[in-house]
């Protein structure tokens, strides 16, 4: 029967013990060094960079969406007003007119009598008066209605005078005035640049 084999506390080699524990406890030492001086910083560092870079993020994102709903209303604006601002920037504007009268009416003169800058508008009122003959009144009726056709901010200012040119012809005067408006704003560089990069 063999005897069990024992071991006494008293034999274990102290100074390896020691030696073990120093070791052991530099090694924890370092270790937690490592992990507050360097690790744990960077740790701090990465996550106050995530939350800079969140806020930037939640930033951008208000901002472009504030942007494009203001590029979509613009677009809006250019779109549903499209033709007046093309006939307020019509700068032949008074050649059109002076071409559609000639159609219906024979024009005798023509002759600038005003014209004004509306500054809180910002254009130029312009009036002309008008001298012209007819065979048939009706032709002055129909120019009329062609005039709102015209790619022009045209507007007719009362009174319109119509007086037979004589008892012998069957001819008539008619003496009338036209105020166009023209657009003097001038858009500034940077809105400009936005609206280049605004669909046609």
């Known amino acids: ?51 800079l870079e969140r806020k930037e993020k939640i930033i951008y994102n208000e901002i472009k969406k504030g942007y494009d709903n203001s590029a979509q209303r613009l677009q809006d604006f250019i779109t549903n007003n499209r033709p007046i601002f093309a006939k307020l920037s019509n700068q032949n504007a008074l050649e059109e007119v002076k071409s559609l009268i000639a159609s219906y009416l024979t024009i005798k003169s023509i002759k600038q009598v005003q014209s004004s800058t509306q500054e809180d508008n910002q254009t130029i009122n312009t009036t002309y008066a008008f001298t012209t003959q ?28 119509i007086n037979r040119a004589s008892l012998q012809a069957d001819v008539y005067d008619i003496s009338f005035s036209l105020e ?20 046609n």
Do not use: C
């Open 1 to 51: 029967m063999k005897t069990p084999i024992t071991r006494s506390f008293n034999k274990v080699d102290t100074d390896l013990f020691v030696r073990n524990l120093i070791f052991s406890i530099l090694y924890i030492s370092v270790i937690l060094g490592f992990f507050n001086y360097l690790l744990w910083p960077t740790i701090i560092a990465f996550k106050s960079q995530y939350i």
């Open 134 to 161: 007819t065979k048939n009144v009706a032709n002055m009726w129909q120019l009329m209605e062609k005039l709102s056709t015209l790619n022009a901010s045209v507007v007719i200012n009362p009174p319109m005078q």
């Open 180 to 199: 166009i408006v023209y657009n003097t704003y001038q858009v500034p560089t940077h809105t400009q640049k936005l609206l280049e990069h605004l669909p």
